[in-house]
């Protein structure tokens, strides 16, 4: 007879992980499948973010920063440096170290939790006895809940398949042997940016070609326009509204035709070419067909508000579901349905959930955008303060950007916040948190934040949305 469980979960990334966990805590017998392997075959619990996402290229951002700083900004600082090189191997090795840390803690944390682990690929066999038989890895086990946070793959562009040598995904974009002479991006999103930005800072020279006419659409406008200011100010080169047409992938090198935005033909040859233009819903080999579970025309599970599927007590989280794809809004639907499973009422406020791109300038937000209330017609007030003007960022010797605030025009409830500049993802935490109270712009404005500290700019942007700051 199969093992039986209370709730399976099929995908140990960060809502696989969580969702195990956190349904572990209620009181449930939970086993928790998932397939990544490590260098030498092991499990390598974290999905796509511990292994290929988020981790390791938060690592090499910091690397890399830590070079372009003795590289170009030590001296600023009275620091002199002689005979500074590279050891990429070294750095490279610093962020899979890193990357092992992370995975070998969430394996501590199931069995601390008391969670079965099974190593090897999930999917599912049949409904059976008012559940589900379950393949996980070489065995087969039974669950009566089941939760499928499977993740996403690299979308590749059609007729030019990943080789993880010359043609990369996110994956081959962080373990680079040599830092290329010519680097060439596909796609202005999130990994583009943080992957342009590690390779320029180590000297390859950047050509990013982005097919629509803006830079960064989802970003509030004014902010975009900072952001892009920066980027090309330290290197990065930017082409906007391009038509990528043949890929010719060398032995040694790619050449990308393409037509730029005045509709000229231009032939890109680079050295390794990075594509990184969204990711789909990995539902690859889950075994859906089986058991007649809805996928929608993109291959992402269907689900409703509560991460219900169309099977009873199927229920699916994170990237193979509409929504973002942002790990922490998996692990947040992770818990969800965990308490759901409980009978209790998990909640997931998709207005509040932050975005980061952690390039240099950082760029997070939270809300809605002055483009998308301008769109609806929505009234509202704007206050906008610049990191030059603040002590902190003076001090670091970073002031490039600002804190921008949206509030209702008529009950200054804060409608969104908008940042670039140092730090951007540890500052937009105190504005969701606003925003989850329903604060307004004056509840912050009004409270005491540290002297000196990057903080001053949400206080003062906030004293910005009624033209009262009193440092600019």
């Not at 982005?210 to 080169?237: S, W």
Request: hydrophobic fraction near 45%.
């Amino acid at each position: 007879m199969s093992k039986q469980f209370d709730v399976v979960v099929i995908g140990g990334g960060p809502g696989g992980y969580i969702a195990a966990i956190r349904a572990a805590q209620l009181g449930f017998n939970v086993a928790c499948i998932d397939e990544w392997k490590n260098a030498k075959g092991g499990p390598a619990l974290g999905g796509t973010c511990t292994n290929v996402g988020c981790i390791p290229s938060k690592a090499l951002l910091q690397s890399s920063e830590h070079f372009d700083h003795a590289s170009h900004h030590f001296a600023e600082h009275g620091i002199e440096v002689n005979g500074l090189s590279l050891d990429l191997a070294k750095m490279v090795a610093r962020k899979d170290t890193v990357v092992k840390q992370n995975n070998d803690g969430i394996v501590y944390l199931l069995k601390k939790n008391k969670v079965t682990f099974f190593h090897g690929r999930g999917s599912f066999v049949a409904a059976k006895d008012g559940g589900y038989e379950i393949k996980a890895g070489e065995e087969l086990i039974q669950g009566k809940h089941i939760i499928v946070a499977t993740g996403s793959n690299a979308r590749a562009l059609p007729g030019t398949p990943f080789d993880e040598d010359n043609i990369l995904s996110n994956d081959g974009a962080l373990r680079m042997g040599a830092v290329p002479k010519k680097l060439g991006l596909i796609g202005s999103g999130v990994i583009g940016l943080e992957m342009g930005s590690v390779w320029r800072r180590l000297g390859a020279e950047v050509t990013i070609l982005e097919g629509l006419p803006t830079f960064l659409g989802a970003v509030d406008e004014q902010i975009a326009k900072e952001a892009h200011k920066a980027f090309v100010k330290q290197g990065l080169k930017i082409e906007l509204g391009v038509k990528v047409g043949e890929i010719k992938n060398g032995k040694k090198s790619v050449s990308i035709a393409y037509t730029n935005a005045k509709g000229e033909a231009q032939t890109l040859d680079v050295d390794k070419l990075i594509i990184s233009i969204g990711r789909v819903a990995n539902t690859i080999g889950l075994g859906a067909e089986t058991v007649g579970l809805a996928l929608d025309e993109r291959d992402a599970i269907v689900v409703d508000g509560d991460c219900k599927t169309n099977l009873p007590n199927v229920w699916a989280v994170g990237d193979v579901v509409r929504g973002p794809m942002l790990a922490h809004k998996a692990e947040e639907e992770g818990v969800a349905v965990a308490e759901r499973i409980a009978g209790q009422h998990g909640h997931v406020n998709f207005n509040t959930i932050p975005w980061v791109i952690y390039t240099n300038p950082e760029i997070a937000w939270v809300g809605q955008t002055e483009q998308q209330l301008k769109a609806v017609g929505r009234a509202y007030k704007a206050g906008t303060f610049p990191f030059m003007a603040n002590g902190r960022a003076r001090a670091l010797g970073d002031t490039t950007g600002m804190v921008k605030m949206l509030a209702d025009a008529t009950t200054d409830e804060i409608l969104g916040v908008h940042i670039v500049g140092p730090m951007a993802s540890e500052l937009i935490a105190e504005c969701v948190v606003a925003m989850e109270f329903r604060a307004s712009a004056e509840d912050i404005a009004r409270i005491c934040h540290a002297h000196p500290s990057l903080s001053e700019a949400t206080k003062e942007a906030a004293l910005a949305v009624d033209k009262r700051t009193l440092n600019f």
